[in-house]
């Protein structure tokens, strides 16, 4: 029987609404909290459960509360996202349209890179093909701070790689635009950008870089799961 919405999934939903993503600790933590707030019952590991009432809710407002992982940390996240859409363009009421094209071609420039990660130095001279309107260096930095805040990108060291917001809710649009260019992990079936490549040719499959420390832990020959190759690489 389905659990009925009530003012804890309300509160839960609310709290998404403001940080779009969270990681999976957070969630429980939040689960837990609500149900503390709203005297509603707690059960441990149902936060799935908890959240697919909600998403119940949410299909026929076109969003969902999506499960990931994150490829910086391998951990678990939680994400709102909007499913009405598979294009950028849903978000033109904050973005202007310089911005959004200077952030697919961000998207283009990690889907086409070896690691998953780009520098501000790649997206800045990007910045110089867009058929927009022109960007200056301090308009380019200020839209990837932002970015880094909305959740769209990550920021390291001044590496920038696409958030779990983003390959979540631009999952679609990437596989369309970029069909013959990305895979999924073979572990966890997601979208792969940091991950580690089976030398293997006639294999080639991905495997995102947590899943291949969990995967190849303490295994002092590490076989491709697919091809049963070596795997050359190193563990994380």
Known sequence: MSQQMGDSHRRFLQTMMGCAVVTG???DALYRFCCEVHNTQHVPHKLDDFIKTI???????FMEIRKGMSEDSGEQCYALINTSQSDITRMSS????????LFRKTIELVVGS???????????????????????????????NRLVHDKW???NQGEYTL???????????????????????QICHHIAFQCQICDNPACGIKIHNPCVARVFKEKTEPKCPTCGDFWPHEIP
Do not use: F, W
Request: glycine share 2%; net charge negative.
């Open 163 to 185: 958030s779990t917001r983003c390959i979540l809710e631009m999952d679609q649009y990437i596989h369309t635009m970029y069909e013959d260019q990305v895979k999924k992990c």
């Open 55 to 61: 998403n119940s809710k949410l299909q026929p407002l």
């Open 114 to 144: 070896e690691s998953g990660k780009i520098s501000s130095t790649d997206v800045l001279n990007s910045a110089d093909s867009l058929t927009t309107k022109k960007m200056k260096k301090s308009e380019t930095e200020q839209l990837l």
């Open 153 to 155: 990108l990550n920021e």
């Open 94 to 101: 904050d973005y202007a349209d310089n911005e959004l094209e």
């Open 25 to 27: 600790r957070e969630a």
